[in-house]
């Protein structure tokens, strides 16, 4: 199935990480990650539509007004030692870019806050064009997420090639007063996507120092040291590396700080340098990992870059490189301006990647780096197993441990949130005030259902999160089992349902439900449901293992006590069945085996088995009456 708009990372593998995904034997739901909120009513979406249909027949094509490009040929100045453009400079020219586009928006100076994870799918040669564009995905109280696309263009056979995608933070800075940024308006599809998950990013960028240290802390890593061939083996301290660097006024914005993408090119000078001591070859960078500057530089500073390469693996080395400034030579104190991790690896002449000698860490701090690399590869890995395997493999469900917790809850919910933001659903039904949104995309069919109920959202989100409530007043809930209060947005449950569509034997799920309040006014109250793996809770021939691909509730407040609810669910075409649909979004499967009587379309008599929970019911439940 192809990417959906909105993917914001390169979901390519690096060589030993693509081959530890396949022997795992492992297959998760990849429902097109990321998304936004959902236009509300089909009229208003014709009207949408219409009106860029007409934009476009003006000849006035709509484009985002936060959006800059670049476009910079490629030099032999700009280029390393194989003749290919240095990645240092690209990422220069991506802050750039990325800079005057916050700066388009928030009408001030910006500084560079943080720069998510790059993986770098392809190399740009001599003589080709770099391509960037950048356009602000949405804007908080000071801050702004801007994403980032480059693309190299062959100017002689007009190839283009997609390098790589990137998410940056800018903070908005004025000298007198504090700035408030004003807000995006999403108006493409794509920029609907892009607007809602913003959100969810900026919540995992909060909380990303925390949750790896944690994970550190609690992860179990091998540790291999002692079987590996010391023959082959190079002492740490050899790749270690340290550069000062002044900074000049050439290094510097507009503002008079250390221009940042500066600083990284700098990082990525000394880094390259460290890998080059273990392989003796020229290394080829394919990830940064996400990074944040922890405070500004000013000309005159003077900047210590340290790099060493923290662990070796069969195919790639992980590089940690540390920045510090001071402002004199007599200072002692150093003040910490940033730190990254990045892979190498090291291609042949057929762009193979090469096997590269074990690194031998020192004592103490090195055995500790060395460590805390393989701790970051074993998440890395299940960062990409959650987002890159096809949804057409089996099984749907992820296994759940506690190094994949956080991208797990942040898929959860993103996935849903691009469903519904998708503005081409189809209205099927409409009874009672209750309607009923069909999509098919592929192999896939998903259901969207939507209604207004004399409920206040608040309320109606704490009854709806808590799976354990289900059954008293929905008949597909038998029995819920809270398994795991993983924190206080994310739970996994086992769920009993009753036999349905001729089957003898009833069905179970076990389910991660990760619920969110709203980041602002407008945003959706968010409980996303997703099947996942224990090994507490494995399949038992007492009952049928069910398993969901991407469903839950999305509940806007539309008055003092209105909300508008739409639950979502998504289904394999060849794996559903009339008989096999439950109202709570979960799907009715067995693994391996194919239902049914389904053709692809939606079915006479699906809508008296999808109005839902009922609605009397929900609001039975706080005292409130259906208004019909």
């Not at 934009?55 to 985002?64: P, Q």
């Not at 994870?117 to 040669?125: A, M």
């Not at 998440?379 to 441990?401: F, G, M």
């Amino acid at each position: 199935m192809s990417q959906m708009p909105g993917m914001q990372q390169s979901l390519s593998c690096l060589p030993d990480e693509r081959e530890a995904v396949v022997q795992s034997g492992q297959a998760v739901l990849a429902f097109a990650g990321l998304a936004s909120v959902f236009s509300n009513r089909t009229s208003q979406k014709s009207a949408l539509r219409a009106g860029n249909d007409s934009a476009m027949a003006d000849g006035e094509g709509y484009r985002n007004p936060t959006e800059v490009q670049m476009s910079q040929l490629v030099l032999p100045c700009h280029t390393n030692q194989r003749g290919e453009l240095s990645i240092g400079q690209l990422l220069k020219w991506i802050d750039t870019t990325a800079c005057l586009s916050a700066e388009r928006h928030a009408g001030c100076p910006c500084v560079t806050a943080s720069m998510d994870d790059i993986y770098f799918e392809h190399t740009i040669s001599v003589g080709q064009v770099v391509n960037i564009k950048a356009k602000v995905n949405r804007a908080f109280n000071s801050s702004m997420e801007v994403g980032i696309q480059v693309a190299s263009e062959d100017l002689c056979s007009e190839k283009q090639w997609n390098v790589c995608k990137a998410l940056a933070t800018f903070v908005a800075r004025r000298e007198i007063t504090k700035v408030k940024l004003k807000q995006i308006t999403p108006r493409t599809e794509e920029e609907k996507m892009e607007h809602s998950v913003a959100a969810e990013r900026r919540r995992m960028r909060l909380v990303y120092a925390d949750t790896i240290k944690d994970l550190l802390a609690n992860c179990a890593i091998q540790d291999d040291l002692e079987s590996r061939d010391c023959s082959r083996m190079v002492p740490a301290e050899k790749t270690r590396v340290e550069s000062v660097e002044l900074v000049l006024p050439p290094h510097a914005n507009h503002q008079g700080n250390t221009f940042g993408g500066q600083i990284m090119a700098w990082m990525e000078n000394v880094a390259t340098i460290a890998a080059s001591r273990l392989c003796r070859a020229h290394p080829t960078l394919k990830t940064i990992e996400m990074f944040h500057f922890r405070g500004p530089s000013q000309v005159g500073d003077r900047l210590v870059l340290k790099a060493i390469v923290n662990n070796a693996f069969k195919h790639s080395m992980e590089v940690g490189v540390c920045v510090e400034a001071y402002r004199q030579e007599a200072e002692t104190h150093r003040r910490h301006i940033n730190s990254a991790f990045m892979t190498f690896v090291v291609l042949d002449a057929d762009d193979q990647p090469q096997l590269l000698p074990w690194i031998r860490p020192q004592p103490g701090d090195g055995e500790r780096r060395y460590r805390e690399a393989s701790a970051r590869k074993k998440i890395r890995l299940d960062r990409k197993y959650i987002v890159s395997c096809k949804q057409t493999e089996v099984p749907l469900s992820v296994p759940w441990d506690p190094s994949n917790q956080v991208c797990l809850s942040y898929n959860n919910v993103s996935s849903l949130k691009m469903l519904v933001a998708k503005d081409n659903w189809v209205l099927s039904s409409e009874i009672s005030q209750v309607r009923l949104y069909t999509l098919e995309d592929d192999k896939f069919l998903s259901f969207h259902m939507e209604m207004v109920v004399h409920v206040d959202a608040a309320q109606a989100f704490l009854l709806l999160s808590d799976l354990r409530q289900r059954p008293e007043w929905d008949k597909h809930y038998r029995s819920v089992e809270l398994v795991q209060q993983v924190d206080e947005d994310d739970a996994i449950y086992h769920v009993t349902s009753p036999a349905l569509g001729g089957h003898t034997k009833p069905q179970d799920f076990v389910i991660l439900a990760s619920r969110r309040k709203p980041c602002d006014n407008g945003d959706p109250y968010v409980i996303a449901l997703r099947s996942v793996t224990l090994p507490t809770h494995r399949e038992t021939p007492e009952y049928r293992r069910g398993e969901t691909l991407c469903s839950g509730f999305c509940l806007w407040r539309e008055g003092d006590q209105l909300t508008k609810r739409c639950w979502v669910r998504v289904s394999l075409t060849e794996l559903v069945s009339a008989s096999g649909f439950h109202s709570w979004g979960l799907e009715s499967r067995s693994k391996g085996r194919r239902s049914d009587g389904w053709n692809g379309k939606l079915a006479g008599g699906h809508l008296s088995t999808l109005k839902a929970i009922p609605v009397a019911k929900i609001n039975s439940r706080f005292g409130y009456h259906q208004d019909t």
